[in-house]
């Protein structure tokens, strides 16, 4: 059984802080890792992805992959209340069809 | 471009009535899902089509029931309706099978089944 695992939060963070979201999984042959949002009463939408163990880095967003301790993060700098929403990691295979989505983490930054 | 689109965006059955949920997305994606949120829950995948032609149980298939009509489009049906479906039903596609490609997402269905 493929696991995601992703606190459900809230996270709370003050505008202007740096947000570090986390998420584990436990399959070892994943490869391929994306970061969705949801708005509430919102589908979700992407905002990153990563293949490769490191950072990387898209505007205001930086995911952060390590393989070896199986885990991936979404800090996002400089965090506004425009920000508050739920965080959806999803983590792939490679030879997969299906992505698996940990229950996200709720966020909400605070003027 | 509209991307995935699903109709309809509200729908209120009473228990044991049946409907179709329609989807279609004009990007040209080989393969299409089915996914349902549930507080707390997350997205629990139904069904999926990798590409035309096939069709795949997910998670939580049993109650529905799914088509793919065509490489754009791709139904879920409940037959027989029960309030355990009353959900946010959300269709998404991909580029390809097994490749990197992220989850295109439509803006849901939210079904209420009395």
């Known amino acids: 059984q493929k696991e995601v695992e992703q606190n459900s939060g809230p996270l709370s963070v003050p505008e202007g802080a740096i947000a570090s979201l986390n998420c584990t999984y436990s399959?070892?042959?994943?490869?391929?890792f994306f970061w969705y949002r949801q708005y509430s009463g919102k589908s979700p939408e992407l905002i990153m992805f990563?293949?490769?163990?490191g950072d990387k880095e898209d505007g205001r967003f930086t995911a952060q992959l390590n393989k070896a301790s199986q885990y991936v993060s979404l800090l996002i700098r400089d965090s506004q209340p425009s920000d508050s929403a739920t965080y959806l990691c999803a983590v792939k295979s490679g030879g997969s069809y299906i992505p698996t989505f940990g229950r996200g983490t709720s966020l909400i930054v605070h003027p | 471009n509209a991307g995935v689109t699903q109709t309809p965006k509200f729908q209120v059955l009473k228990t044991g009535q049946s409907m179709t949920l329609q989807c279609a997305q004009d990007?040209?994606?080989?393969?299409m899902y089915w996914y349902r949120q549930d507080p707390g829950m997350g997205l629990r995948l139904i069904y999926y089509?990798?590409?035309?032609?096939?069709?795949d149980k997910g998670e939580v298939p049993n109650g529905y029931n799914v088509s793919r009509l065509n490489k754009r489009e791709f139904s879920l049906r409940l037959e027989s309706a029960a309030p355990s479906q009353t959900s946010v039903y959300f269709c998404?596609?991909?580029?390809?099978?097994?490749?990197?490609?992220?989850?295109?997402f439509g803006n849901g269905t939210r079904l209420t089944v009395t």
């Open positions: 089509s990798a590409s035309e032609g096939t069709t």
């Open positions: 998404a596609s991909r580029q390809t099978g097994t490749g990197n490609s992220p989850l295109h």
């Open positions: 990563i293949y490769s163990n």
């Open positions: 990007m040209n994606h080989n393969s």
């Open positions: 399959d070892r042959g994943s490869q391929s």
